[in-house]
């Protein structure tokens, strides 16, 4: 049986407080004198918060944010009360209510659920993609290329287009069509500098549309971006959305 991610989170707190003690007892050890200051304050929260005024209270809530972060992509999936169940039981020790081939059969059928949840939101974010950028290609504005990529020329550019070979500086921000702000160097302050051929095919495609000084607003089908698999903060068959500003275009030997 697998071993979830709130076990092992667990466990590294257990280590991290084991090797914490530790330490604490070879100080106390080593530094004699200070050994008794050092018990008299274990006592003292470590930090001083309204309504979690022990260390059992404090590790308690942490553990529990932590868990709460392990386990939000299954919220709709979890009881929360029958979860607190199982944890008093393990920690008391009583009989389980699931024995370890019940355990694998409910987990099993969670990945079952979970995996044709997955893929009726990757169809509709294919749906959605799809009606947006009709709607979009119908705009004065917005150009189409054979591949499906749209651009909007914001601000004309004058210098050197890049090619595949080239490296350039870019300023941009990112979203997902609902508007989500998935990465954004205009909101670090600091443009981006990359060859092309370490990008997506949108990208490549949209940059060589674009000429040094030039902004443009990129619509990408989710085939020229991050396709099936998705990536980080991206899901699965998700369109995106950039607005780039092509600052310098470098040859492929700067660095």
Known sequence: MKIS???????ALAL?????????????????????ATAAG???????????????EQVGYAIGLDLGNSIKPL????????MVRGIRDNLAGNEPRLNDEQVMQVMQGLATRMQAKQAAEAQTRLDDEKKIL??????????????????????????????????VRVHYEGKLLDGTVFDSSIQRGEPVEFALAEI??????????????????????????????????????AALQFEVELIEVLPASAQ
């Open 200 to 237: 997506i095919p949108g990208w490549q495609e949209g940059l060589q549309l674009m000429q040094q000084g030039a902004k443009h607003r990129l619509w990408i089908p989710s085939s020229l971006g991050y396709g099936e698999q998705g990536a980080g903060p991206i899901p699965p068959n």
């Open 75 to 82: 919220e709709d999936e979890v009881d929360l009360d029958a």
């Open 134 to 167: 009709d709607e979009n290609a119908a705009r004065e504005n917005v150009q189409t290329t054979a591949s499906g990529l749209q651009y909007e020329v914001l601000t004309p550019g004058t210098g050197p287009t890049p090619t595949t070979s080239d490296r």
């Open 16 to 36: 991290a407080t084991t090797l914490g003690l530790s330490a604490c007892k070879k100080i106390e050890d080593g530094e004699g004198s200070t050994g008794a």
């Open 5 to 11: 991610r709130s076990a092992l989170t667990i466990s």
């Open 42 to 56: 274990a006592d003292a929260p470590a930090v001083q918060v309204p309504g979690l005024k022990s260390n059992r």
